[in-house]
């Protein structure tokens, strides 16, 4: 008696369950399937660093909250929290790029000194000291640190080569020659490293702990590869071409896909993985910033205007935030040619970095 007593009561409860069920059900798919709309990317801040020289490639240790700007003859460390120098690595004559190591210990810095020898210098990043010398070939630029292989990868512009050095002992194992010029080279940080050869319309991959180059892929009709960026996750490589486009190239097959237009005198480009955003900076002071709505479509999304001169860049994965440096610029005044004169020229005091954030 009792069981059917219970029967005709969930009979009752049962169409009122289930449409309070299909309510919420309906609500959370509503929820689902409306995009969260995220606040807009903005200057927030610029740090007044000052100092004299121009600069060079960035590079970020978002866990530590370090920020590393080549600085001609030296390295400026901020700490981003702040926007305050931490201290500077000196004793180098000529820098253009750095790279650091995953255990968080040293820095690799290529130093071409006056162009008649080059190395790398290695610094400890507690201490802010040089630690080692390490000769590459002539001209080194652009360098990767290689978590894969424990390997330093330099890449040398006058030699056209690669120079790979083991970073447990600080030696090189193995020059590979290249057949162009070397530019932008950048890791997927799981033992390939891609450089661009600009005047070839190429990119190369190579294997540091084979030591070899495993493929090169023609870009056509993308010419003039600059700067690079990664998102290895999807085996997909972003660069700019001279012809004023972005496109995207798979890293399994080299095949090239177009993104949109890229500003003239665009400078660096890095993607941000957790949103898929690609940020370009360009010498106007113009940072563009398009979303991968899928591997092969792509939207620009926004433009936020900085300071003309900053398209030295690089993105954090952590707080997402680009940190862009320029400086202001007037005329050489010092004793000098005609074409240098008239070059716009950093005002000694007026460098600084601007933080772009939503």
């Avoid at 449409?19 to 709309?37: R, W």
């Avoid at 447990?168 to 193995?174: D, E, G, L, P």
């Avoid at 007037?330 to 601007?354: C, D, H, M, W, Y």
Wanted: hydrophobic fraction near 40%; include cysteine; charged fraction near 20%.
């Amino acid at each position: 008696m009792k069981n059917l007593r219970l029967q005709k009561l969930i009979a009752k409860l049962l169409p009122s369950t289930l449409l309070l069920a299909g309510i919420a059900a309906a609500t959370h798919l509503l929820h689902a399937a409306s995009p969260t709309v995220l606040p807009k990317f903005h200057v927030q801040d610029q740090w007044n660093l000052g100092g004299k020289g121009g600069w060079g490639f960035l590079v970020l240790d978002a866990p530590a909250h370090r920020l590393y700007i080549p600085r001609t003859n030296r390295v400026m460390v901020v700490d981003t929290d702040t926007g305050k120098l931490i201290g500077e690595v000196e004793d180098m004559k000529n820098i253009r790029d750095i790279a650091l190591d995953s255990s968080g210990k040293f820095g690799y810095v290529t130093d071409p000194t006056d162009g008649t020898a080059g190395f790398v210098r290695v610094f400890d990043r507690a201490t802010l000291k040089v630690v080692a010398s390490i000769p590459t070939g002539a001209i080194p630029a652009a360098i990767v640190f290689d978590p894969a292989s424990n390997s330093v990868v330099a890449f040398n512009s006058h030699s056209h080569s690669v120079t790979i050095i083991d970073a447990a002992t600080n030696q090189v194992t193995a020059t590979i020659p290249l057949t162009s010029r070397p530019a932008s080279a950048i890791t997927d940080g799981k033992g390939a490293i891609f450089v661009a050869l600009p005047a070839l319309g190429q990119i190369t991959r190579i294997d540091p702990a084979a030591k070899k180059i495993t493929a090169s892929w023609q870009l056509t009709p993308c010419t003039g590869p600059a700067g690079l960026a990664s998102d290895a996750a999807h085996h997909q490589l972003f660069t700019t071409c001279e012809d004023h486009k972005l496109v995207s190239v798979d890293t399994d097959t080299g095949r090239l896909t177009p993104i949109g237009d890229a500003p003239p005198n665009t400078g660096d480009i890095d993607f941000d993985a957790r949103h898929n955003l690609l940020f370009v900076a360009d010498a106007t002071g113009t940072l563009s910033i398009f979303r991968r709505d899928g591997l092969a479509k792509y939207s620009r999304i926004q433009q936020v205007s900085t300071q003309p001169g900053a398209r030295t860049m690089i993105v954090s994965q952590k707080d997402d935030r680009a940190y862009l440096v320029t400086s202001k610029f007037g005329q050489n005044t010092s004793a000098t040619s005609e074409e240098l004169k008239f070059r716009p020229t950093p005002v000694p005091g007026t460098f600084s970095v601007i933080v772009v954030g939503r």
